[in-house]
């Protein structure tokens, strides 16, 4: 039997090394190494790939990193696994991804000192949680350079190697 | 306790038999069977309980999402139901579970139900939002049942009214430098997909000989005993069919069963998008449900007395003209006779359909009918980007600020767009004035910037 803190850790790993290989090898690769650029049909030139907020809206746009997570976060629930998901943070650009429960803050409070996961049990209406929190770490120029540069960001000072936040995963107990 | 027992049984029963009646009963019969007036938009599928109803009687959720799903992704849906399946707002949800769509959008209870077909009171954001006035302080003093008033929030699409949005678009002028829609493109996806011609006639050239115009034909193909009228090949020989190499049995021929009139099957061969589009809004959904042709004379909007009686892609389009001029104005005004679309003739917008008829404004700077209620949109097939119609009139009606971004936006500042969409009488006079109120949305976003 897996124990749910492992199990927590399995999944964590499994997010981190999708989330690296989608900024790596597609966004990064399109965007920056390669410079790939399309046909804009609204322009009759052409459009430069980029990853952006508002990807849904624009032709030749990725989502962000962080937003690509969110979507299989999304998927995952929706195809009711069970475990739940998410990228919280203090500073949250979306006031909705600020920590909500007292687990939630507590852990974010206590990885931004250690950088080590956290983890603790959660009643949440009917269930009971393992609830682990990671911690996420700027471990790139775009990242701090968004983020600092957001009108809706509370925080502008963030610099590469701070822990922005966190990654929060829920594995169901009984 | 007896009382409440027998109660009990009573409404089981009675329920019971009431959906045992409904879904065994048939077409116009179901009709006398519902339990309530149902919304303008589903009132058009009523026949076909099934279609929403499990056989318990109650909703799926996958009956919402087979026709909604679509939708709501493009828009961004800001309020996903994945958001409410997360344990860490159960809270929220035991007030209001948006994790059905029923839950704010109940059927057959018109005296309920408000625009959008909501059946949650207007104030039903403070569920979750009661503490907005701390997190943004630009909202301290608004009524919470002001936050989907045009202009400022909707609980789906808020493309428009994202505080970002609002700040990138806070000083353009009312009208932009360079007003006009993008230009179609639909051509070159059409011809990729035509593999297949069957082409019974094809156009060989056009003379004029003594004031008369003459066309020379070959004929091809199958049904060669089938001449049709010369009025209808004219009309054909003019239209981008003959240039495209469409002949008669392209549209004409099924499965080699000859039809004097081709269904909306015949024209999605080649135009699936704008057919697709067409069977999600509410001109083709009943067509969708395999249910007759939508009537305007079944339509709850106004609708002028000598209408067409049914509406399939031919009463827009024209059975053999394929030129879209009749199709984005004339073809509206023959049936939709409210007060805004009767107002369009003496509007500054068909001026400007007008002056680009008549070649004295550039090409795509005239505003129809269709320009705004079937506006034009990047979509993609076989890997390539094309400007196409969006022929699901519904996905951009109602709430009204579903048009800023896709439609106004070409044309128009945000702040212009936003106040004109406010003013119901402007809307009514077909925007023939300037807007006499002013949203607060832009002002709002442009000092939470500064806070």
Same mark, same amino acid.
């Given at each position: 039997m897996v124990s749910a803190r492992r199990t927590a850790d399995m999944v964590h790993a499994v997010i981190a090394a999708d989330r690296h290989a989608y900024t790596v090898h597609v966004v990064n690769r399109l965007t920056?190494?390669?410079r790939i650029t399309v046909v804009d049909p609204l322009s009759d030139g052409e459009a430069r790939f980029s990853a952006s907020e508002s990807w849904r809206n624009e032709h030749a746009s990725l989502p962000l990193p962080a937003q690509m997570m969110r979507l299989g976060a999304e998927r995952v629930a929706e195809a009711r696994a069970g475990i739940h998901y998410g990228l919280l943070s203090p500073?949250?650009?979306?006031?909705?991804?600020?920590?909500?429960?007292e687990a939630e803050r507590a852990a974010l409070s206590r990885i931004a000192e250690t950088r080590a996961p956290s983890y603790a049990h959660e009643a949440l209406g009917d269930g009971y949680y393992l609830t682990a929190v990671y911690p996420d770490v700027a471990v790139a120029d775009a990242c701090v350079q968004c983020h600092n540069e957001?009108?809706?960001?509370?925080?502008?000072d963030f610099e590469v190697?701070?822990?922005?936040g966190g990654v929060v995963i829920r594995i169901p107990i009984n | 306790m007896r009382a409440i027992l027998i109660g009990l049984l009573w409404t089981t029963v009675t329920g019971g038999v009431a959906g045992y009646l409904a879904l065994d009963a048939e077409g116009e019969e179901r009709k006398l069977l519902l339990p309530g007036d149902t919304t303008s938009a589903h009132y058009q599928i009523?026949?076909?309980?099934e279609l929403c109803h499990t056989d318990g009687g109650g909703v799926a959720q996958s009956a919402c999402a087979a026709c909604h799903e679509d939708e709501l992704w493009r828009m961004d849906n800001?309020?996903?139901m994945a958001k409410f399946l997360d344990p860490r707002n159960h809270a929220e949800v035991s007030i209001? $579970?948006?994790?059905?769509?029923?839950?704010?959008?109940?059927?057959?209870q018109p005296n309920a139900t408000s625009t959008? &077909? +909501?059946?949650?009171?207007?104030?039903?954001?403070?569920?979750?939002? &009661?503490d907005i006035a701390e997190e943004?302080?630009?909202?301290?003093?608004?009524?919470? &049942?002001?936050?989907?008033?045009v202009g400022c929030h909707n609980f789906h699409d808020n493309r428009a009214t994202a505080a970002a949005f609002l700040r990138a678009h806070a000083?353009?002028? $009312?009208?932009?430098?360079?007003p006009r829609v993008p230009e179609r493109t639909m051509y070159t996806y059409i011809a990729s997909s035509v593999s297949t011609i069957k082409t019974m006639y094809t156009y060989i050239d056009r003379t004029d000989s003594g004031g008369q115009t003459m066309y020379t034909y070959t004929a091809e193909g199958r049904a060669p005993d089938w001449q049709g009228s010369e009025h209808a090949r004219t009309q054909w020989a003019l239209s981008a069919h003959a240039r495209g190499g +469409?002949?008669?049995? $392209?549209?004409?021929?099924?499965e080699d069963t000859w039809r004097k009139n081709p269904s909306d099957a015949a024209c999605r061969d080649c135009h699936q998008t704008a057919t697709d589009g067409f069977f999600r809004g509410r001109h083709g959904m009943r067509a969708a449900h395999d249910l007759s042709p939508m009537s305007p004379a079944d339509a709850r909007l106004v609708m002028a007395d000598?209408?067409?009686t049914e509406v399939t892609c031919?009463?827009?389009?024209?059975?053999?003209?394929?030129?879209?001029r009749r199709a984005a104005v004339a073809a509206c005004l023959g049936c939709h006779a409210d007060d805004h679309s009767r107002a369009y003739l003496d509007s500054p917008h068909h001026a400007a359909w007008k002056r680009e008829l008549a070649g004295? &404004?550039?090409?795509?700077t005239g505003v129809s009918c269709a320009t705004c209620h079937l506006p034009r949109r990047v979509a993609y097939r076989d890997g390539l980007p094309e400007v196409v119609v969006?022929?699901?009139?519904?996905?951009?009606?109602?709430?009204?600020?579903?048009?800023?971004?896709? +439609?106004?936006s070409s044309c128009h500042g945000l702040g212009f767009a936003i106040d004109a969409l406010a003013d119901d009488a402007l809307v009514d006079r077909n925007f023939?004035?300037?807007?006499?109120r002013h949203v607060e949305a832009i002002d709002m976003a442009m000092r939470a910037d500064n806070e």
């Amino acid at each position: 039997m897996v124990s749910a803190r492992r199990t927590a850790d399995m999944v964590h790993a499994v997010i981190a090394a999708d989330r690296h290989a989608y900024t790596v090898h597609v966004v990064n690769r399109l965007t920056v190494a390669h410079r790939i650029t399309v046909v804009d049909p609204l322009s009759d030139g052409e459009a430069r790939f980029s990853a952006s907020e508002s990807w849904r809206n624009e032709h030749a746009s990725l989502p962000l990193p962080a937003q690509m997570m969110r979507l299989g976060a999304e998927r995952v629930a929706e195809a009711r696994a069970g475990i739940h998901y998410g990228l919280l943070s203090p500073w949250p650009i979306n006031d909705q991804n600020r920590p909500k429960t007292e687990a939630e803050r507590a852990a974010l409070s206590r990885i931004a000192e250690t950088r080590a996961p956290s983890y603790a049990h959660e009643a949440l209406g009917d269930g009971y949680y393992l609830t682990a929190v990671y911690p996420d770490v700027a471990v790139a120029d775009a990242c701090v350079q968004c983020h600092n540069e957001h009108p809706e960001s509370p925080r502008t000072d963030f610099e590469v190697g701070d822990v922005m936040g966190g990654v929060v995963i829920r594995i169901p107990i009984n | 306790m007896r009382a409440i027992l027998i109660g009990l049984l009573w409404t089981t029963v009675t329920g019971g038999v009431a959906g045992y009646l409904a879904l065994d009963a048939e077409g116009e019969e179901r009709k006398l069977l519902l339990p309530g007036d149902t919304t303008s938009a589903h009132y058009q599928i009523v026949e076909q309980c099934e279609l929403c109803h499990t056989d318990g009687g109650g909703v799926a959720q996958s009956a919402c999402a087979a026709c909604h799903e679509d939708e709501l992704w493009r828009m961004d849906n800001s309020h996903p139901m994945a958001k409410f399946l997360d344990p860490r707002n159960h809270a929220e949800v035991s007030i209001l $579970d948006a994790r059905k769509c029923i839950t704010c959008h109940t059927e057959h209870q018109p005296n309920a139900t408000s625009t959008g &077909a +909501v059946t949650q009171p207007r104030d039903h954001c403070a569920a979750c939002h &009661a503490d907005i006035a701390e997190e943004r302080p630009s909202h301290r003093g608004l009524e919470f &049942a002001s936050c989907q008033n045009v202009g400022c929030h909707n609980f789906h699409d808020n493309r428009a009214t994202a505080a970002a949005f609002l700040r990138a678009h806070a000083n353009e002028p $009312d009208l932009l430098a360079d007003p006009r829609v993008p230009e179609r493109t639909m051509y070159t996806y059409i011809a990729s997909s035509v593999s297949t011609i069957k082409t019974m006639y094809t156009y060989i050239d056009r003379t004029d000989s003594g004031g008369q115009t003459m066309y020379t034909y070959t004929a091809e193909g199958r049904a060669p005993d089938w001449q049709g009228s010369e009025h209808a090949r004219t009309q054909w020989a003019l239209s981008a069919h003959a240039r495209g190499g +469409v002949g008669c049995a $392209d549209c004409h021929q099924r499965e080699d069963t000859w039809r004097k009139n081709p269904s909306d099957a015949a024209c999605r061969d080649c135009h699936q998008t704008a057919t697709d589009g067409f069977f999600r809004g509410r001109h083709g959904m009943r067509a969708a449900h395999d249910l007759s042709p939508m009537s305007p004379a079944d339509a709850r909007l106004v609708m002028a007395d000598d209408a067409p009686t049914e509406v399939t892609c031919t009463s827009c389009h024209g059975p053999h003209e394929t030129s879209t001029r009749r199709a984005a104005v004339a073809a509206c005004l023959g049936c939709h006779a409210d007060d805004h679309s009767r107002a369009y003739l003496d509007s500054p917008h068909h001026a400007a359909w007008k002056r680009e008829l008549a070649g004295l &404004a550039p090409p795509r700077t005239g505003v129809s009918c269709a320009t705004c209620h079937l506006p034009r949109r990047v979509a993609y097939r076989d890997g390539l980007p094309e400007v196409v119609v969006t022929h699901n009139q519904s996905l951009t009606m109602r709430p009204r600020e579903k048009m800023i971004r896709p +439609v106004c936006s070409s044309c128009h500042g945000l702040g212009f767009a936003i106040d004109a969409l406010a003013d119901d009488a402007l809307v009514d006079r077909n925007f023939r004035g300037q807007p006499e109120r002013h949203v607060e949305a832009i002002d709002m976003a442009m000092r939470a910037d500064n806070e």
